[in-house]
């Protein structure tokens, strides 16, 4: 008897332990629509870095820059150039390379004064007064639009303190960046020994370039206003070639007399990015119209697909408790730009299951496009409908649903536990009953 009430006792103890763990099950994080979602894994895509020279392209323009290139912005692939790692001055695309630097050592809204700087006859600058306030953003301005030297003296003291200490970082990010036919000798582009680049490298480097947000702003812009300075400035681009054609992005005009005339450009156009060079130049125009007509070429070799439509479903997450399922829309169109035998991917990071409540509209994933492996741009996947909170009700049916089994081992075990009270209360009322019989 008494082994028969440790069996029906240890019985009661694991029904009850295995009801207490299902019923402990971890909460799901909450997205920011307001409900639960699941966790997505993100796919890690590397971006390639080619150089050479790929199919089923038509013959490139006529150039007349010493050095010249043109490469997709996306995945650096280069399509097509002349004399591209030749090592030759680069005039004032070299303040490119103070951008990144100071972009990567200094705060955007960082307030300095600036430096003093003896400017020679026909220099570029923004105007600086010696000892002015201004933030490193607007120095940026200055640096891409008007091409300052001023404002490439003050970024390069502020962020290392001295021009040669600059300049080794400037040297050492190129290095970081692979420009193995790049080395500095100022943040300025002046002419001087051992300050050279390729075509091939300020591809690359523009491409790092633009990948910042706040850079290709400050590239894509035909002016701006200076906001730290008082009394606020205007200050307008130099560079020709924004006004060329409106899906020109940017970026970098340069002129010596050593680096002739020079021009860094870019355009988007159908979702595709291009990145042109020309160095060395012989006029001032034919920079322009060497880039224009590298970039017109460029985007000849495309035809362009439409990779995601607005609202299209691309998710469809399972609603714990309610049942059914919550499409995610895209938020926007996404155009892309594909040669011949390129291959587009999408891939969609969204939630397995997500919990209400969650408005309409509530971000809850993204879409990601690759061309050949490369990324090629995202959208935003929104709510398409609303998800209110789950009723008492559907909590319950879910719970009962999905945890039937340990219910149902508890209420075995609940039942075995009452027979073999009843066997046992009807045994001792029998014995008792014998026992007045028999006197």
Partial sequence: MRGRRRVAAAAVVLALLGAALWLSEPALAAPSGGGGAEAAEKRPAKAGEGQGSPKHLTPGPPVLARSWGLSDGRTGEVLIAHAGNRRLPIASTTKLMTAYVAMKDMPLDKIVRAAHYDAEYGESLMGLRTGQRISVRDLLYG????????????????????????????????????????????????????????????????????????????????????????????????????????WVTGVKTGHTW??????????????????????????????????????????????????IHRGQALAEPSIRYAGGSLPLRAAQPLEVGLRKGQQL????????????????????????????????????????????????????????????????????????????????????KRRMTEGENAR
């Fill in 345 to 428: 991917e999408i891939e969609v990071e969204a939630p397995a299951q997500v919990t209400g409540p969650i408005r309409r509209g509530a971000r809850l994933g993204r879409a990601n496009v690759f061309v050949d492996s490369s990324p090629a741009g995202s959208v935003l996947l929104r709510a398409g409908r609303a998800i209110p909170r789950a009723a008492f009700v559907d909590r319950a049916r879910y719970f009962l649903g999905n945890n039937w089994i340990p219910i149902a081992a508890a209420i075995c075990a609940i039942l075995l536990c009452g027979m073999l009270l009843y066997l046992r209360r009807s045994r001792r």
């Fill in 143 to 246: 640096l891409i639009l008007r091409s300052g030297n001023d404002a490439a003296h003050t970024l390069a003291l502020r962020a290392a303190g001295s021009v040669p200490k600059f300049v080794e970082q400037m040297n050492r990010y190129a290095a970081a960046l692979g420009l193995s036919n790049t080395h500095y000798a100022n943040p300025i582009g002046l002419d001087q020994k051992g300050n050279y680049s390729s075509a091939l490298d300020l591809m690359t480097l523009t491409r790092h370039l633009l990948a910042i947000p706040a850079f290709a702003k400050i590239a894509d812009s035909r002016e701006a206003e200076l906001t730290s300075v008082r009394p606020r400035r205007r200050i307008k681009s130099i560079n020709e070639l924004l006004e060329d054609a409106p």
């Fill in 258 to 307: 050593g680096a002739a005339y020079v021009l860094v450009g870019s355009g988007r156009r159908h979702g595709t990015e291009l990145i042109s060079v020309a160095i060395g130049a012989p006029t001032d125009e034919t920079r322009f119209s060497d880039n224009l007509e590298l970039l017109e070429w460029g985007f000849r070799q495309y035809h362009h697909e439409q990779a």
